[in-house]
């Protein structure tokens, strides 16, 4: 395939390695031989089981930052793929593998973009660096936030960070997500007493008890959101209770339920309001909170004019700023101040199967981080062509 783009056959051959979470599967070392010899100074950072490795090129600030991972999902049922996961395939101007568009479409586009940029601009001003775990699509505690952590404690500072997550929705470049909402989640269990449904005053039933709580609870305006985030929304994700039998009466019933919220609320405010709730209504329970992350907002500033204008100059088109969708690693990254966004390529078969990019879009992609680096690292410097 000697006719294929760098930033395609690159992609490729890092889609031909079964990373699933939280396996790197050696694509670590295939991002560090293409920019060891670009004068990237390579750490490698393992935290429990999983490889995480910082790369920076350049002593002084800025710092700018390609954030990203190299981990997959599970590829779900084989048969159900056209192609093999983990043989990428290319069918009518798509790329297919498992992680095309999540995220190795976009790690290719960082490493090409890279180099082009440095052979051009070996001279940049500031430093230009690359952020890369293989713990971000399973429980994400040993990979971003770590190396986060690792680089606070010797004050190594991001002035701007683009994370590669699919951000686009019709056509690349039309969405850049520059903020993420919280993510609050819990585990409660109402306390019953179990007992034979014909005796009811012999039992006390936790369904029965909590059904004025969840229906004040789902109907609870939390806040109405702001010009850059929709108002924080509640959901009940599941319900469980019961031993499968009509005849009895359950003891317990154990609810899950999820908040996204927006910068108009807290964390705090939302677990206080939520228990105030239980104990209004007088229900005997335990719960159990799980922070997956807070909202995060990059409103302005030189990382969102960069974008914009990297777009505009190469793909020819205006791109919307949202908030919207789930959690990314920008959320570990953004609360030390840094500006933040994410860009990548359409994100419509993400964790699907037969998942797929367009297959041009990875070169279009890579000339728009090449724009961006060139917006941001250069004083002056004559403008390219991407």
Known sequence: MS???????????????????????????MIISRLEPLGFKVERLRFGEVDNIWLRRGTEGPVFAFAGHTDVVPTGPLEQWHTNPFQPEIHDGNLYGRGAADMKGSLAAFITACERFVQLHPDHKGSIALLITADEEGPAINGTQ??????????????????????????????????????????????????????????????????????????????????????????????????????VIPGEAHIMFNFRFSTETTDTE????????????????????RLFGLPFLTSSGKLIDATVNAIRDVMKIETQLSTSGGTSDGRYIAPTGTEVIELGPCNATIHKVNECVRASDLDHLSNVYQKLLHNLLLDGAPDINA
């Open 270 to 289: 939302l677990r206080s309001h939520v228990e105030a709730l239980l104990d209004k209504h007088g229900l005997d329970y335990e719960i159990k909170w």
């Open 3 to 29: 006719d294929l783009s760098p930033t395609l056959q690159f992609a490729m051959d890092l889609l031909r390695r079964p990373s699933v979470t939280p396996e790197d599967a050696e694509c670590q070392e």
């Open 146 to 247: 770590k190396v986060v952590e690792h680089l606070q404690q010797r004050n190594e500072h991001i002035d701007w960070c683009l994370v590669g997550e699919p951000s686009s929705t019709d056509q690349l470049g039309d969405v850049v997500k520059n903020g993420r909402r919280g993510s609050l989640g819990a585990d409660l269990w109402i306390k019953g007493v179990q007992g034979h449904v014909a005796y009811p005053h012999l039992a006390k039933n936790p369904i029965h008890h909590g059904l004025a709580f969840l229906q004040e609870i789902a109907t609870t305006e939390w806040d109405q959101g702001n010009d850059f985030f929709p108002p924080t929304s509640f959901q009940i994700s599941n319900i469980q209770s019961g031993t499968g039998a009509t005849n």
